[in-house]
């Protein structure tokens, strides 16, 4: 039998429960930093097989996590978990926002350190209920409501545990050393630094982390040429309250600042160095229309091309906000609440991918070129580490058909890729081995 055979056999026998367990995290939808319930579900498909687990404080950096919740929503979504029934045990381990899961296998054979991060959490969005939409239709859409796995992050989970299973599979066949993480918090980039902080990357040779996107299916895209680096803020505005009809000159008026900053931020300067991004995402004002808001609230992110790029919007930005601020007479405060830089993949990787999945019959073409994408991944701190270190990264793109654009209520794609992308990571583990 030859090694891709081999490989396929044992893909083709876990695809049933690829997708059971997509479809059962797709269910239970859990924002970044709590996701509790999702965790228990990965520590429970993970005891059985030869890992060695990491969680709470031992998965990432106390002090280096970005974006936490509030100490009352850390509490509901603890509170929803027990009702859900994760273990106290478990729970006490994790409570405050110390979600995520790291796995190491040890073969205790020489080899390389081969790490794999696999993201955990969802987003703020109300799932569709239309009637067409597969996971209504299929019935496990989100029970969580106004949650959703809009990004794929459920079928990422899925994947890694569909690793962890083969690799206890072949593990008498393997050398070195595996680690996978499961991340927190990667929407709104607030949870890899942290990670990387803990230094479970410091001794890896060889990093892999991936997407399922909108490309043919069977198609695996080997890297990445960059991301856009981003800058997330929480801005609060604080001022003074007055009767708006008898008064209003005693008044300084946030929700005025606010709205001031929010149309003056559009008009940073594009940079002649390369692309740019500002995007003003949320704002909250005022109680009343007779009353001189004191208060408001604003959610803004900056993106690059380059790390430089996106600190020259980041800087313009700042300045903006204090002098929308001063201009009313209010005070600003800005809260760096999630941060990714710039990272492209090492250009081995075209070659190391193609030449491990030839004759797979689950990947249909290697692209030939990296994708430059047009968001942005904190997966990039992991790739930069490992590089820094002198191994070697690659952020993969898994092809599929998607239903609707991510972050989209209606966002789902074909389950099959699910198979695709473990054939094509364990293909690459073989294709390393000492």
């Known amino acids: 039998m030859t090694v891709n055979q081999h490989v396929s056999d044992k893909v083709s026998k876990i695809e049933p429960l690829l997708t059971e367990w997509r479809r059962d995290l797709h269910q239970f939808p859990e924002l970044g930093w709590c996701e509790y319930q999702t965790t228990a579900y990965i520590v429970e498909k993970l005891t059985p097989l030869s890992f060695q687990l990491f969680l709470g404080k031992e998965v990432s950096d106390s002090v280096s996590r970005m974006g936490l919740p509030t100490e009352e929503e850390d509490q ?9 029934g994760v273990p106290l045990e478990l729970l006490e381990k994790m409570k405050g926002s110390h979600t995520g899961v790291v796995a190491q296998l040890d073969t205790g054979k020489p080899g390389k350190h081969m790490a794999f991060r696999f993201d ?11 009637a067409e939409h597969a996971p209504v239709r299929e019935q ?16 990422h989970t ?24 499961f991340q927190p918090a990667e929407e709104g980039v607030r949870g890899a630094q942290s990670i990387v902080e803990k230094g479970w990357l410091d001794q890896a040779d060889l990093f892999l982390a991936g997407h ?14 960059s991301s856009l680096a981003t800058s997330k803020y929480n801005v609060t505005f604080s001022g003074v309250s007055s009767h708006a009809g008898a008064s209003p000159e005693t008044g300084q008026n946030a929700l005025f600042a606010a709205a001031t900053a929010a149309t003056q931020l559009y008009g940073i300067a594009r940079h002649s160095a390369g692309a740019t991004r500002m995007n003003v995402g949320k704002l909250i004002a005022g109680n009343g229309r007779n009353i001189i808001a004191d208060t408001a609230y604003m959610e803004i992110e900056t993106r690059g091309e380059t790390n430089e ?11 903006i906000l204090k002098a929308s601020a001063d201009m009313h007479g209010v005070q600003v405060t800005s809260e760096l609440v999630g941060k990714g830089i710039s990272a492209q993949s090492d250009e081995i990787w075209s070659e ?8 797979s019959k689950y990947v249909k073409h290697v692209s030939s070129s990296f994708e430059k994408i047009g968001g942005s991944e904190d997966a990039t701190f992991m790739m930069e580490r490992v590089q820094a270190k ?18 989209n209520p209606a966002f789902d794609y074909g389950e099959g890729v699910l198979s695709i992308a473990v054939d094509t990571l364990i293909h690459i583990v073989l294709n390393q081995q000492t």
């Open 76 to 84: 509901w979504h603890l509170d929803r978990a027990r009702k859900n």
């Open 120 to 130: 955990i959490d969802a987003l703020p969005i109300h799932e569709t209920p239309d």
């Open 140 to 155: 496990f859409a989100s029970r969580h409501d106004g949650q959703m796995h809009a990004c794929g992050h459920d079928g």
């Open 158 to 181: 899925s994947i890694g545990l569909g690793v962890a299973h083969l690799l206890h599979d072949l593990k008498d066949e393997l050398t070195g050393v595996y680690t996978l993480i």
């Open 212 to 225: 399922i996107m909108d490309q043919p299916v069977g198609t695996i895209v080997p890297g990445i040429s």
């Open 309 to 319: 790029l996106n600190e020259y919007v980041s800087t313009k930005a700042l300045t």
């Open 352 to 359: 190391i991918i193609s030449s491990s999945v030839q004759g």
């Open 390 to 407: 002198g191994g070697l990264a690659t952020y993969l793109l898994y092809g599929s058909n998607l239903s609707a654009a991510h972050h």
